[in-house]
Each structure stands twice: as C-alpha cells, then as structure tokens.
C-alpha cells in the first residue's frame, strides 16, 4: 500500500499563476479531504469528497480555488490566480471511515 | 467557540519519561471520535491513535495512550518513555456526527510541540 500520493511536494510560483495540487488516495478509500495548514490558522479542511462526489466546501477560502475528483483513485485541488496568502503546505487525505490517512503534503509558496 | 483545544503550545520531556498532553473537546453529539496526530519536522501527518465516544475502554497503542474523560470532555494523550523521535507537533482532532453518516469533518487543535530532551 503506497499510501495517499500527493504531487508536487514543492512548488513555488509567482503570484497570477495557477496552481494545480493533485491526489492519489488510498484504493478503497471512499472518503477524500482536502485540508490547508499554515501558521497562522492551523489545520483547516477547505473540501471533502465521498464516492467522488464533493459533500462540503464550506471550508473552500474563495472562488479562486476549486477542487475536483473525477474518479476514485484522482483529485486535484486548483488555485487560478494564486496570491501570496495561499502560501501553505495542502494535504490529502483519504479514509474508508473514520481514520484518516494524510499524503506527505504539498508546500506551496506564491511570491 | 473552540470545539478542539491544546492549551500546551510546547512542551518539555526527558528521554524515557512520561508525557501528557492535553484536549479538551466541545459537541453536542452522542456520538463522536478523537484522534491525535503526529506531525514530524518533515511535515506529514502521522495518525496515532483513536478513541470512539461509546468506547468503555480507553485507548492505547503501544506507547500511546488516551486519558478518556468523557464528562470532562477531555482526551489527553499520554506518551510513556518518550524517545527522542517524539519530537514533533501533536494535533486533536475530533470527528462528530458518527451516528447520522453525514459529517465527516474533522477538526483540529492548535497543536502543541513536543521535544523530548537527553
């Protein structure tokens, strides 16, 4: 079991961009979360998927970001144009109930 | 109001001592469950162990163990003969709505940072 794949690990870009973070969950695993941590406001889940469908994106911070999961084993979290604030480090996790299991993270800085 | 909270922003612990760190919890579900996670320097988010709100025992995996205060509303997390690769931030969470199958949800704390000293 390889775990929650996230890509990329690193990415810097320059504020405009876009930004595309994407997700291999754990196969079997009906449950996909998207969560933002940085400093200053802690772990935050910005969407969840269940059977690829997206159940809450209350947490989503603004238009500019939106999430995607065109099938179980593929998620992909978007940010067009991306802004220096939306510098953070984005997990994926996935869980079949109620343990979650986290990907490595992707650390985003936008300059 | 908070519903998950460390009130420990960094604790102290000598190798191969005990250590407890402390969540308290906020909800107005029956049915709920708290986690710990570990999250290393290296920035992944490590699950250590897990206590369901009808669990009559408390829960424990290997050095780690969960102080279960239901009518407290605490589940503190205890951590025997610390190694020097505890070293690390440790969030609660908490998942609420277990029963109904329609929350998912899972809140953090703040966290609280770990180093265990020689």
């Known amino acids: 079991d390889a775990g929650v794949i996230q890509s990329p690990r690193h990415e810097v870009t320059e504020m405009g961009q876009e930004v595309t973070l994407r997700c291999k969950p754990i196969?079997?695993?009906?449950?996909l979360f998207w969560y933002r941590q940085t400093m200053m406001r802690g772990l935050e889940l910005l969407i969840y998927?269940?059977?690829?469908?997206?159940?809450?994106d209350s947490g989503m911070p603004e238009d500019r970001f939106s999430a995607k999961m065109p099938n179980a084993s593929f998620s992909t979290l978007k940010i067009q144009p991306s802004e220096p604030r939306d510098s953070a480090v984005y997990f994926c996790?996935?869980?079949?109930?109620?343990?979650?299991?986290f990907g490595a993270g992707s650390r985003l800085t936008v300059l | 109001a908070q519903k998950i909270t460390q009130t420990q922003p960094g604790m102290f612990v000598q190798e191969k001592e005990a250590v407890t760190l402390d969540c308290t919890y906020d909800?107005?579900?029956?049915?709920?469950?708290l986690f710990w996670y570990k999250q290393p320097s290296s920035g992944e988010m490590i699950f250590l162990i897990y206590?369901?709100?009808?669990?009559?025992q408390n829960a424990t995996e290997g050095r780690y163990s969960l102080n279960f205060q239901k009518a407290r509303k605490s589940a503190n997390l205890v951590i025997s003969a610390s190694q020097l690769g505890d070293s690390a931030m440790y969030f609660c969470?908490?998942?609420?709505?277990?029963?109904?199958?329609?929350?998912?949800?899972?809140?953090f704390g703040t966290g609280t940072r770990l180093q265990v000293t020689l």
């Open positions: 996790a996935s869980s079949p109930r109620a343990r979650r299991t």
């Open positions: 196969s079997g695993h009906d449950y």
């Open positions: 998927f269940n059977n690829n469908v997206p159940i809450d």
């Open positions: 909800t107005s579900d029956q049915s709920y469950g």
């Open positions: 206590q369901g709100s009808y669990d009559e």
């Open positions: 969470a908490m998942r609420e709505g277990l029963r109904t199958g329609t929350a998912s949800k899972l809140t």
